[in-house]
């Protein structure tokens, strides 16, 4: 597999304050990765400095060898590199299926084919598509935050904390569709703080702490490894 984006020592900062200290990664074509690490590790700020919502002070980031952290951050979703954030920011007094038609902004001319795929993909958005998004429950929002984020037709889907304030059930559901889309060849760069469930998804993962990598590697090795059981699955 190809390396479809890769990250080499970017350094993010808000003001003198430096968050993201040098990171490099690679995610590959098709492929599932995870960026785990406790809150405040600067996952989030990495995320959006690679989706262009904030800007790096130094390093890169290429998609197929192209530099993209120039662009500006619309250019980007047109490149296909969609980033759904931790807070879903969705339009709580539109319907479900005026959110997801924003979401198609960027590729505007597929909406109607990509509507069909996330309302069969979220047969539970498809029941609630005329309702307000701010009525729906947390697990439903997450469904069409990512949806609003696959009617862009994303090459990759950057995902920021998917589980957070989640019920069991809507974590369960969200990683059975992740694994559809997986299995149909979209590439997913997740972040996470249920371990467990990023590991299991993912074949490669990124331990972040403090702004920097600490550890990386298979994520079943990871899964194993002494250092992160005891910092993130509670085994002495």
């Known amino acids: 597999m190809s390396a479809l984006v890769e990250v080499a020592e970017l350094e993010v900062a808000y003001g003198d304050i430096a968050v993201v200290k040098g990171v490099s990664l690679e995610v590959r074509e098709g492929e599932a990765v995870a960026v785990i690490g406790p809150n405040g590790a600067g996952k ?16 890169a980031v290429r998609l197929h060898g192209e530099r993209i952290d120039a662009l500006r951050h619309y250019e980007i979703v047109r490149r296909g590199v969609v980033y759904v954030p931790a807070e879903r920011e969705l339009f709580p007094q539109m319907s479900v299926l005026e959110n997801l038609e924003l979401g198609a902004y960027a590729s505007y001319a597929s909406r109607s084919e990509r509507m069909r ?19 729906l429950s947390g697990g439903e929002q997450q ?5 609003r984020g696959l009617m862009a037709r994303p090459r990759i889907l950057l995902l920021d904390e998917p589980s957070t304030g989640l019920a069991p059930f809507f974590v369960k559901e969200m990683y059975r569709q992740l694994a559809r889309l997986k299995q149909e060849g979209l590439t997913i760069l997740l972040a996470e703080q249920q371990v467990p469930h990023a590991l299991a998804f993912t074949e490669r993962a990124y331990v972040l702490e403090n702004g920097r990598i600490r550890l990386s590697g298979a994520s079943r090795d990871l899964l194993g490894d002494p250092e992160v059981q005891r910092s993130y699955l509670g085994v002495a």
């Open 44 to 59: 989030t700020t990495l995320f959006k400095a690679i989706a262009g919502v904030v800007r790096s002070r130094r390093g």
């Open 117 to 135: 795929f996330v309302l069969d993909l979220f047969p539970r958005l498809r029941e609630r598509r005329k309702q307000l998004a701010g009525t």
């Open 143 to 147: 469904m069409l935050a990512i949806g």
